[in-house]
């Protein structure tokens, strides 16, 4: 499994960078027709999976340093700014209004500040794997911005996969549970496997799903009201 993954990579990169695209056509799509929120939050948060996928694909045909090296500076910070949207998400899931939904976007603003700062504080530090040249972040990363970056991770998507479990069973649907659920698998399997130096890749296949699903529960919301 490790060689086949290994060998699909590069070529794979391009056809998940394809997908997100795609879904990025379909998310403002569906807001211009319907100026349902969902479809805009779910929209941002595709364009910096489609942003990430991009830059990663192009590690395998552009050199070390120099445009690669600020594009993939770029990279984390348009991941920093924009997945804190999942609580946004979450929030107009749940109906939230008045003061809760005052506090879900002053929590997400403060995180999307965070998170920028991470960015740009972030050691880049250069990995050759796959066929492709990428930049992760490094051993001289500070420890506040590890710190957030693991927040943005993790604290995201478990109160994601939480509310899709409230959602599925106020509104009988499971879509956006399984945009959460999906994500937190692939995310796993990763160091479950051995493979990590292929989280990043694995991971991807969650990111897809989670795309998906909240594509899928933004139309299920427009239709309903």
């Not at 069973?169 to 051995?194: D, E, H, N, V, Y």
């Not at 998906?212 to 299920?220: H, I, K, P």
Request: a positive charge.
């Amino acid at each position: 499994m490790r060689d086949l993954l290994l060998t699909a990579c590069p070529v794979l990169l391009w056809v998940i960078a394809a997908l997100h695209l795609l879904f990025l056509f379909l998310a403002f799509k569906g807001y211009a027709r319907t100026k349902n929120m969902l479809y805009l939050l779910s929209g941002l948060i595709v364009f910096g999976l489609f942003y990430d996928a991009l830059i990663l694909s192009l590690g395998g045909v552009m050199s070390e340093g120099g445009a690669l090296r600020a594009l993939s500076r770029a990279r984390f910070i348009c991941h920093g700014a924009l997945i804190p949207l999942i609580f946004p998400i979450c929030a107009y899931a749940l109906r939230a209004k008045g003061g809760w939904k005052k506090a879900v976007w002053l929590l997400t603003g403060i995180l999307i500040v965070l998170g920028i700062a991470e960015g740009f504080a972030v050691d880049l530090s250069l990995q050759r794997v796959a066929g492709i040249v990428r930049y992760t972040s490094g051993e001289a990363t500070p420890a506040w911005a590890q710190t957030v970056s693991g927040l943005l991770s993790y604290g995201t998507v478990v109160p994601l996969m939480i509310v899709g479990l409230i959602v599925w069973i106020r509104q009988k649907t499971p879509r956006l549970f399984l945009s959460g659920f999906l994500m937190f698998l692939f995310s796993a399997l990763g160091p479950a496997t051995g493979n990590f130096d292929l989280i990043f890749f694995i991971s991807m296949f969650g990111e897809i799903g989670m795309a998906v699903f909240f594509l899928l529960y933004a139309r299920r919301a427009s239709a309903a009201k």
